[in-house]
């Protein structure tokens, strides 16, 4: 497949951001996405299969607490276990498990994700057990050179347009959701779980994410420039979303210099906010921590995902000019 790469200049904002290139010739080419697991470890999951959840329950709280004594935390939910395994135990309505196991039905192998062994609710904890990621973790992208964030800007871009193209759905009205089909829990419109609002379309939702632009002391200023991009929305697409695009949540495995080399792709771990989202909402997810419209990150959020343009303008009109506040 013929690449596009995209340059990020160091121009300042007020100039173009981005000049869009022939596959370049000094990076070198994407591999494909593999994921296999060892033989050891599809042994195991077919066990797993055998043994009834409350026993499964039972083994991975017992695993969990042993985690905390014997020092295989690596995280407050997260333990490295033997044999590259990873458990990851959260008190949320689900875990990561149902977005890994979302990703093992794709016909292409397509993001690069840990692989998932089996998870189970327990009623109050979610438990995932999957493949540890061996690399290194991403460093600031400040500390990137030009020729890592091209190469990132790549590799991020082709395994999200991979992951839309294979899950957007044609259904009618289809529900804007958790993977679980539940009502979407998101840090960044958390009263939409608190209300326990039913979102049936792309409108209802951004009218969700941008609140109060018809507040009246927003009503001639913000909602102008807002009212627009949450008309244009109903064209769009509804995908699987990864929910948490940052730094923090990629891991070149086999480290970042194998990855230079083109002998690995960026790992994306932490599905926990994954969900059946409009196709823009993982850009204004992925900048959702940054303080400035235009940093260095936000020009990569960009160039990913060269569709939400509108939609990160019409985001950051609302945070800074709203008056509104994300909780
Ligand atoms: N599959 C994995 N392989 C390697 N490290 C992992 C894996 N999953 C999680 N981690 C480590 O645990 C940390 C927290 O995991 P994450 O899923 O991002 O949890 P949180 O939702 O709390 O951010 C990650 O930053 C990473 O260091
Ligand atoms: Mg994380």
Request: glycine residues 6%; charged residues 20%; proline residues 5%.
């Amino acid at each position: 497949m013929r690449l596009l790469w995209l340059a990020l200049t160091d121009s300042g904002p007020s100039q173009n951001i981005l000049n869009i290139l022939q596959p370049s010739d000094h990076l070198a080419p994407l591999q494909p996405v593999t994921r296999r697991l060892s033989l050891a470890t599809v042994l195991l999951k077919s066990w797993l299969l055998y043994l009834l959840t409350t026993v499964r329950c039972a083994l991975y709280g017992a695993l969990w607490s042993i985690s905390g004594r014997w020092g295989w935390r690596i995280h407050t939910t997260v333990a490295h276990l033997p044999f590259g395994l990873v458990l990851k135990s959260t008190r949320a309505s689900h875990g990561d498990g149902d977005a890994l196991r979302m990703l093992d039905t794709l016909r292409v192998n397509s993001v690069n994700a840990p692989i998932l062994i089996d998870s189970v609710h327990d009623g109050h904890v979610a438990h995932a057990l999957s493949t540890y990621v061996d690399g290194e973790w991403c460093p600031a992208v400040h500390d990137l050179s030009r020729q890592d964030k091209e190469r990132l800007v790549g590799d991020v871009r082709n395994q999200f347009a991979s992951l839309y193209s294979q899950t957007h759905t044609t259904i009618v009205d289809h529900p804007i959701c958790t993977i679980s089909y539940t009502t979407v829990v998101d840090p960044r419109v958390s009263w939409v779980s608190e209300r326990g609002l039913q979102l049936r379309s792309n409108e209802e939702f951004f009218r969700q994410v941008w609140l109060g632009i018809d507040f009246e002391k927003n009503q001639h200023t913000v909602r102008p420039r807002i009212e627009p991009v949450i008309i244009a929305a109903r064209v769009e697409r509804i995908v699987f979303c990864h929910g948490d695009l940052a730094e923090r949540n990629l891991i070149f495995p086999g480290g970042l210099s194998a990855w230079r080399q083109g002998r690995s792709r960026v790992c994306l771990i932490d599905w926990e906010f994954a969900g059946w989202m409009p196709e823009p909402w993982d850009a204004l997810k992925a900048t959702i921590s940054e303080c400035e419209a235009d940093n260095e990150w936000t020009r990569m959020v960009r160039a990913i995902f060269p569709r939400a343009g509108q939609f990160l303008d019409a985001d950051w009109i609302w945070r800074a000019e709203a008056g509104m506040g994300i909780i």
